[in-house]
């Protein structure tokens, strides 16, 4: 199985991030895309990534929450992504999008940072690993701007419902699901959106260290930290709510992350 969003990255995984790679292996999840959302996490999503070529790839973006490191500083934002997404490690531009439900940066900063990294995803020739919340028709009317059905990408750790899924869908994006799937408190739109959602454009993530799936045989390590090891939960509960076997959703999600990243080659799948 491929986990195309853990961030793992983040701090929380210091102190014992080789141990957490191993629980995923044995999980039966043997490619990880580590997301980069900030200039220096996406430089050490690069690092991580180099020193396991086999089991890693990363992407190089700017979280919505962080927009402002590329409005007080856009050409050393654009040069520093730039040089990221120049190797082949780098499969994607993002996380970018928008964020509306906090607004850790200004809106109007947000809109610049997510219009320049479309470009620059363009400039590189890379799709796009894609964050919106409670900023949808911004978001989609930029989207449609820079012609991001061109690019190809993800929306990564999709919550919306059924409206939310078509318009992506039309734009020849695919869907990512995580843990939300299992989230009885806050998953409704969701499920509705399932039905729609085809095969041939679901990924699978968990977007670790966040989003820990609520089922009894999630048991994490450390307090509500999630980790890559729990897609197998994810997968199965998505695939129950697609009417398909989990074997068959798990093939379907390999086949869908190689043709958008590029990666895994075939010959590395039992790599």
């Not at 050409?75 to 780098?90: F, K, M, T, Y």
């Not at 995803?121 to 012609?147: N, S």
């Not at 959106?193 to 450390?222: F, M, N, Q």
């Not at 930290?225 to 999600?253: G, Q």
Request: charged share 30%; aromatic share 6%; glycine share 8%.
């Amino acid at each position: 199985m491929i986990d195309i969003g853990a961030n793992l990255a983040d701090a929380s995984f210091d102190p014992d991030r080789d141990e957490v790679i191993k629980r995923a292996e044995a999980a039966g999840v043997r490619h990880m895309i580590i997301t980069g959302a900030g200039l220096g996490e996406s430089e050490q999503a690069l690092e991580l990534a180099s020193g396991r070529p086999k089991t890693f790839r990363c992407t190089a973006g700017i979280h919505p929450h962080l927009a402002t490191q590329w409005t007080d500083a856009p050409q050393e934002a654009r040069e520093r992504l730039g040089h990221v997404l120049e190797s082949d490690l780098a499969v994607a531009a993002g996380e970018c999008g928008l964020d509306y439900f906090r607004n850790l940066s200004p809106p109007e900063a947000q809109r610049a940072a997510f219009a320049g990294q479309l470009e620059l995803a363009a400039e590189r020739g890379k799709p796009v690993f894609l964050h919106q919340r409670d900023a949808h028709d911004d978001f989609l009317a930029i989207l449609k701007e820079h012609e991001a059905g061109r690019l190809g990408g993800v929306a990564h750790c999709f919550t919306g419902g059924p409206a939310e899924a078509e318009s992506y869908l039309e734009l020849g994006l695919y869907i990512g699901i995580t843990g939300w799937v299992l989230d009885e408190r806050r998953n409704h739109d969701l499920l509705k959106a399932i039905p729609l959602v085809p095969l041939d454009r679901v990924l699978l993530e968990t977007d670790s260290p966040y989003l820990l799936p609520r089922h009894p045989d999630v048991k994490p390590r450390k307090r509500r930290r999630n980790e890559p090891e729990f897609l197998p939960c994810v997968a199965r509960s998505l695939a129950h709510k697609m009417r398909v076997d989990p074997e068959e959703l798990a093939a379907a999600a390999h086949e869908n992350t190689q043709r958008l990243f590029g990666w895994p080659e075939p010959e590395d799948a039992h790599e």
